[in-house]
């Protein structure tokens, strides 16, 4: 089993306490958070964490590839550990944004239009299942 220290060695990043915080909240709370929303989840057990030492390590982790930054969502930048292909649905009521795990064609490093993609990002929009069931009662 692979350890979230490993990860961060193999990635060449220092395996601090805060940095592997992060990276195991990323990996248990699949919902795309916000660096904010890192944050004030951490900052309960971790009283000594602070935005600076969140976002530089969240930067990190984008820059070694450890983690994905998504700025797909109005100005707003999420952050996820999930690296295996897969779509995002963001629930235009609540927010959430979810996971899909379907299969499809990856295009990086190909050639459209004369263009060479170096990556994409497919998201869909729409009510969730959630607020689907509440809108229904």
């Given at each position: 089993m692979i350890t979230y220290k490993k990860v961060l060695q193999d990635a060449e990043i220092a395996p601090s306490i805060q940095r592997i915080k992060i990276l195991a909240y990323l990996d248990?709370?699949?919902?795309?958070?916000?660096?904010?929303?890192?944050?004030?989840?951490?900052?309960k057990?971790?009283?000594?964490?602070?935005?600076?030492?969140?976002?530089?390590?969240?930067?990190?982790?984008?820059?070694?590839?450890?983690?994905t930054e998504l700025s797909l969502f109005e100005n707003e930048i999420r952050y996820e550990y999930n690296q295996d292909r897969h779509i995002h649905f963001k629930c235009i009521a609540?927010?959430?944004?979810?996971?899909?795990?379907?299969?499809?064609?990856?295009?990086?490093?190909?050639?459209?239009?004369?263009?060479?993609?170096?990556?994409?990002?497919?998201?869909?929009?729409?009510?969730?299942k959630n607020c689907s069931k509440r809108q229904e009662k």
């Open positions: 248990s709370n699949r919902v795309h958070p916000s660096a904010d929303t890192i944050y004030r989840a951490l900052k057990d971790m009283p000594t964490l602070s935005k600076t030492t969140v976002y530089n390590t969240l930067k990190a982790l984008v820059e070694h590839k450890v983690v609540c927010q959430e944004v979810y996971d899909i795990d379907k299969q499809y064609k990856c295009y990086k490093d190909q050639m459209i239009q004369g263009h060479r993609i170096i990556e994409h990002q497919v998201i869909f929009k729409g009510i969730c």
